[in-house]
């Protein structure tokens, strides 16, 4: 039920994409506490991005879950901008997090929802 998307302008090769993609499911599933089977995490690199009236390497993450915590948001930013810093080198001040908490009755799977 987790679902992180990562976009960037940046260009990223297979490796990295494969080793950025294993990593934030694995951080997600942990810092949630939810079962590895349950986390979507998809990345689209080289989108046409501006931020700050610069088209340096940036990011925008958006992690959707059922029962987000309101509590952990500043840790599960801190987390996921260091993520980004180590694997695609863009600093967290190039990078903006929307974060949302979805209700049970909202999120579909297995032709039902939760």
């Known amino acids: 039920m987790p679902y992180l998307r990562i ?28 079962p590895d089977s349950y986390v979507m995490v ?12 610069s ?12 029962g987000l915590p309101a509590a952990r948001v500043k840790d599960l930013s801190r987390v996921l901008c260091r993520l980004v ?12 997090i929307e974060f949302s908490d979805v209700k049970a009755s909202l999120w579909g799977w297995d032709s039902t929802t939760f």
């Open 7 to 34: 976009q960037t302008n940046r260009p990223v090769d297979v490796a990295e994409k494969k080793e950025l993609i294993r990593r934030a499911s694995a951080l997600v599933a942990h810092e949630l506490g939810k």
């Open 85 to 96: 810093d180590d694997t695609l080198k863009i600093p967290p001040a190039r990078v903006y």
């Open 42 to 53: 998809t990345f689209t690199p080289e989108q046409p991005m501006m931020f700050g009236a």
């Open 55 to 66: 088209d340096a390497p940036c990011a925008y993450l958006e992690l959707k879950s059922i």
